[in-house]
T-cell receptor
């Protein structure tokens, strides 16, 4: 069975600072993708960044980057130069080649402080 | 429309009533997913459609839950004889990819169901 664990229910960061959100996962598949989705208050979930398991290079999207440690099954999200608009719930998700499901973690509520 | 549209946004039902939640995915998107998100939790998979075919319904919690996508576009999630534990936000997501593992999901804003 595939699982995704986010151990930080809530975090806060000062505007312009850097914050890292943690995610661990478990799967026996070799072909899979990992995702970070952002869910702002009362708005729909949007994709922040994704990582292919077979790529060793960490994905980067502007201020967002990941630290993908395949052996440790760890997939953390780093947000640099945090902005007030980054305040949201962040969900880590896993999809493997053996299923249609995207498996989501329980989320981390991030608050960026002015 | 440009995005995934869900209706109604809010639904209050008395216990025992039937409800229907609608999802209008992005035009041309092959894949459609329904997820259930309880308060403070992550989305839980309910069911998956590839065009009109329901390929996975393993997440539907009981036979009171039924989903369809008859023409491969709009989908309806129906809940019969609602119970309080059905209270949640129901999210619909669509994706252009059919078999691809890395396809991006595009979510609607969700339908918040409250069962009294």
């Amino acid at each position: 069975a595939q699982t995704v664990t986010q151990s930080q229910p809530e975090m806060s960061v000062q505007e312009a600072e850097t914050v890292t959100l943690s995610c661990t996962y478990d799967t026996s598949e070799n072909n899979y993708y990992l995702f970070w989705y952002k869910q702002p208050p009362s708005r729909q979930m949007i994709l922040v960044i994704r990582q292919e398991a077979y790529k060793q290079q960490n994905a980067t999207e502007n201020r967002f980057s990941v630290n993908f440690q395949k052996a440790a099954k760890s997939f953390s999200l780093k947000i640099s130069d945090s902005q007030l608009g980054d305040t949201a719930m962040y969900f880590c998700a896993l999809r493997t080649s053996g299923t249609y499901k995207y498996i989501f973690g329980t989320g981390t509520r991030l608050k960026v402080l002015a | 429309g440009a995005g995934v549209s869900q209706s109604p946004r809010y639904k209050v039902a008395k216990r025992g009533q039937d409800v229907a939640l609608r999802c209008d995915p992005i035009s041309g998107h092959v894949s459609l997913f329904w997820y259930q998100q309880a308060l403070g939790q992550g989305p839980e998979f309910l069911t998956y459609f590839q065009n009109e075919a329901q390929l996975d319904k393993s997440g539907l919690p009981s036979d009171r839950f039924f989903a369809e996508r008859p023409e491969g576009s709009v989908s309806t999630l129906k809940i019969q004889r609602t119970q309080q534990e059905d209270s949640a936000v129901y999210l619909c997501a669509s994706s252009l990819a059919s078999g691809g593992v890395g396809g991006e999901l595009f979510f609607g804003e969700g339908s918040r169901l409250t069962v009294l």
